[in-house]
Structure formats: C-alpha cells, structure tokens
Antibody, heavy 119, light 107 residues
Framework: VQLVQSGAEMKQPGASVTVSCQIS????????IHWWRQGPGKGLEWMGG????????MSAETFQDRLTMTEDTATDIAYMELTRLTSEDTAFYFC?????????????WGQGTLVTVSS | EIVLTQSPGTLSLSPGESATLSCRAS??????LGWYQQKPGQAPRLLIT???NRATGIPARFSGSGTGTDFTLTITRLEPEDYAVYYC?????????FGQGTKVDIK
C-alpha cells in the first residue's frame, strides 16, 4: 500500500483548503483513511477518520465544524477539507492507514502536505 | 482525552549507547500503546504496537514494555540512523493522541 498526497498549498486566512491522498496497492473500499497534522516544531495531532468499530466517521472536537473527510472509491482518492483557516492551521497534513491492527495504530503514511496560511 | 507525557524531552547519546524513553498516560490504556520514529521532513514510522510488539521490518534493537500508564521504549546500541524524534500514541474511545515526543540526538 502506498499513499501519495497532493502538493503544498498557500492560503489566505478565512479560506478553505483541500488535501488529497491517492491510494495505490489496495482499493480504498478495503481501507480507512485517517488524517493528522503537525504544526511547525510541534507534535502530531489526530484530526479524524472512519472508525470501523462504530461504523462512522470520527473527528477531534477541535475540528468538528471545520473538517470534512470524503472518499472517492472510483479513483481511490481520499480528501480532507478544512475551512475557515487561520495562521494556527499552518502545518504539515498527513493521511494514514492501517493494515493489521484494527486501526489502533497506523503503519502506512503519506508523505505529508504543507499548508501555509498567511495574508 | 487521554494525555501522554513523554520524558525526557531530549536524550543526547553516542552511537553504540542504549536509549531509554518513557511515556506516561493520564489514565490506563492497558497495553494499547504504540511507538513511532520520525525524522525531519518525513512521515512517522511505526515501530511498536500493543506496547511490546515490533512492527514489520523493525530491527530487534527496538523493544517496548509496560502496561497501564507507564511505558518504555528501549533502543539498544544506537545506530546512526536511529537519531530522530520518538512519539508514543494511543487510541481510546475512538480518539487518538500522541505524546509530545522525545528527541534522540548525537552527543
């Protein structure tokens, strides 16, 4: 399995950004994609993803009204849209998936997409 | 939300020495704890699952232990490629958190 993300984005405050994650080696209908971010010099923060135990998309409270995660199984591409951007959203954004731990851990990661929010 | 606290913040060691990294959870996570390695400009790499199981392809010099709230990642005989930031991670109630990381750098 390989995850390849879209390229760097520069956005103005208040705008929205969409990051894509192309899956190869497996069909998207057999995997669940989770999204994370990492601010400059900071640790990793989970944003959201599909929880197979509860059969629904879960997301961190921090993002719940700004974050939309979608998947196109025809093209095996997952998307993450974050709206109403502020400078605090400047970060690397990663997609990830799991092949064998029931989504307790993540062994496959995209290369990361830098999103810069600046006026 | 379960908070993971890692210590020390930085560990300065010479090649060939052993590293002991700690991760403490704000409440019990059983053995549902993982460890990752991250190098600058790269995505995280999964090292350990369920507190003590090495992920596929991870060298035997990496080992994990612990249960409940206290966990340890040990790297015996540091190799040049082991200098990186290490994170612990847990999943509870469908939410995930990472520790703030321990940087292992060259002394």
């Amino acid at each position: 399995v390989q995850l390849v993300q879209s390229g760097a984005e520069m956005k103005q405050p208040g705008a929205s950004v969409t990051v894509s994650c192309q899956i190869s080696g497996y069909g998207l209908n057999t995997l669940y994609i989770h999204w994370w971010r990492q601010g400059p010099g900071k640790g990793l923060e989970w944003m959201g993803g599909f929880d197979p135990r509860h059969s629904k998309v879960m997301s961190a409270e921090t993002f719940q009204d700004r974050l939309t995660m979608t998947e196109d199984t025809a093209t095996d591409i997952a998307y993450m849209e974050l709206t109403r951007l502020t400078s605090e959203d400047t970060a690397f954004y990663f997609c990830s998936t799991d092949r064998g731990s029931a989504y307790f851990y993540f062994d496959i990661w995209g290369q990361g997409t830098l999103v810069t929010v600046s006026s | 939300e379960i908070v993971l606290t890692q210590s020390p913040g930085t560990l300065s060691l010479s090649p060939g020495e052993s590293a002991t990294l700690s991760c403490r959870a704000s409440q019990s996570v059983g053995t549902y704890l993982g460890w990752y390695q991250q190098k600058p400009g790269q995505a995280p790499r999964l090292l350990i699952t369920d507190a003590s199981n090495r992920a596929t392809g991870i060298p035997a010099r990496f080992s994990g232990s612990g249960t409940g709230t206290d966990f340890t990642l040990t790297i015996t005989r540091l190799e040049p490629e082991d200098y990186a930031v290490y994170y612990c991670q847990q999943r509870f109630d469908s939410m995930y958190t990472f520790g703030q990381g321990t940087k292992v750098d060259i002394k």
